[in-house]
């Protein structure tokens, strides 16, 4: 299991994937079932503005709030995934996948089933069954792939932690901006 800190530095890159995915199969099968592919972007946003349901086309109001705030769902529910995953080392992609479906799963009972429906996503009205599927399956599929994308981290933590011991502190420190030295 990962400490707090690294699983919601992580969180970032599975979350902003599965927001990614997710996002397009909505637009996507918004478009099929809905007419219009920025209805189901839309719906999010109900929870601030109850008429967002019923917004078909895009607008910076709905659009915009309702893509923020799937986009933050999403994040929320990755920090779950990367909890729940490996430490140091990088999942192999069916250990990956098996995780994203246990996460993705219990995010789609909470969402659509346990909280009030002021709170849920929305695009569940805008979009069908099997249209809804797909969108889970995606944002399960964008968990795994940040974790897969990511690689191992105990080479990184390893090269650190040698190097601050050998005494090079401002290589160390380098390595933590990104490479970069201070003059």
Not at 14 to 26: C, H, K, N, Q
Request: charged share 20%; proline share 5%; hydrophobic share 50%.
């Amino acid at each position: 299991m990962k400490p707090w800190k690294q699983a919601l530095d992580d969180a970032a890159l599975s979350g902003g994937l599965a927001s990614a995915l997710s996002t397009l199969v909505l637009a996507w099968r918004g478009r099929r079932d809905a007419g219009s592919g920025a209805a189901p972007l839309n719906a999010p946003a109900h929870w601030l503005w109850s008429r967002a349901l019923g917004q078909d086309r895009s607008s910076l109001r709905y659009t915009v709030l309702g893509m923020v705030v799937h986009h933050l769902s999403s994040v929320f529910w990755a920090f779950f995934y990367e909890k729940a995953s490996p430490a140091q080392a990088r999942p192999d992609a069916r250990q990956a996948l098996r995780t994203a479906a246990a996460v993705t799963t219990l995010a789609a009972v909470v969402d659509l089933k346990l909280v009030p429906e002021r709170l849920t996503p929305g695009f569940e009205r805008r979009i069908d069954v099997s249209s809804l599927l797909l969108v889970y399956a995606a944002f399960a599929s964008g968990l795994a792939l940040g974790s897969l994308l990511r690689g191992p981290r105990g080479a990184i933590v390893h090269r650190d932690t040698a190097l601050a011991a050998q005494g090079h502190a401002s290589d160390a420190q380098a390595v933590a901006r990104g490479g970069r030295r201070l003059p």
